[in-house]
């Protein structure tokens, strides 16, 4: 399967606990987006890395989330301090560098729960 | 208000009827128009781009009006297989590359 992945797909925690969720996009895309979605809403930008870099983050990402892409290839998100607010589905999308502006492909998504 | 607004649905229609679906967008500045669809518990994935000039994909028509700030979704000949949420999603110009998403309207086609 060629597709962007999302690890774990399912997580469960209790409030105050540290979670990191992995993302491997597609091979040839260096654009990498994480978005959150929480229940009867669209999708949430959250961030987005050109390569390894950083360019853009939302006003949602508080000082508890943090983003990376050291390589340029898989990227984490790990929240620390987990609040029940922050229960979503935290879905990842990659795009290829020729067009900016073509479609996103999403992963099936992590789903989080905070107790 | 939210940047992308939509029909907040539900839409139960039966097989074979037509329905449309609305969209209007708040920042003068967006640049690209999409059609995302979403099935209950899975990931977004793209229905169809909307072009300045409408455009056609089988029983999809997307149109935008750039003067309103509107975007709009018509399907014909409704399939059961249609049902699912269906986003509007913008990308502003001034904002790099993220999609902004409306709430989505759901879609529920019956036999």
């Known amino acids: 399967d060629t597709g962007v992945s999302q690890n774990p797909r399912h997580k469960i925690t209790k409030r105050g606990q540290n979670v990191t969720f992995r993302c491997d996009p597609i091979s040839e895309h260096n654009r990498l987006y994480w978005y959150r979605q929480t229940l009867g809403q669209g999708p949430e930008f959250l961030t987005y890395f050109q390569n390894e870099a950083q360019l853009e983050k939302s006003r949602l990402l508080s000082d508890r989330f943090s983003a990376e892409r050291p390589k340029g290839s898989f990227s984490t998100l790990e929240i620390q301090r987990t609040e029940q607010g922050d229960s979503a589905m935290y879905l990842c999308?990659?795009?290829?560098?020729?067009?900016?502006?073509?479609?996103?492909?999403f992963g099936p998504g992590t789903r989080l729960t905070v107790l | 208000r939210k940047e992308v607004e939509q029909d907040p649905g539900p839409f139960n229609v039966p097989e074979g009827a037509t329905v449309a679906f609305n969209c209007t967008y708040s920042n003068s500045a967006s640049q690209s128009f999409f059609w995302y669809r979403q099935d209950c518990r899975k990931e977004p994935k793209l229905l169809m781009s909307?072009?300045?000039s409408g455009n056609e994909d089988g029983r999809f028509t997307a149109q935008l009006n750039r003067a309103s700030q509107y975007i709009s979704l018509l399907i014909r000949d409704s399939k059961l297989s249609d049902s699912a949420t269906y986003l509007c999603?913008?990308?502003?110009?001034?904002?790099?590359?993220?999609?902004?998403f409306g709430k989505g309207t759901s879609l529920l086609v019956t036999p």
């Open positions: 999603v913008v990308i502003n110009s001034n904002s790099g590359y993220a999609l902004n």
């Open positions: 909307v072009y300045s």
């Open positions: 999308a990659s795009s290829t560098r020729d067009n900016p502006y073509n479609e996103q492909f």
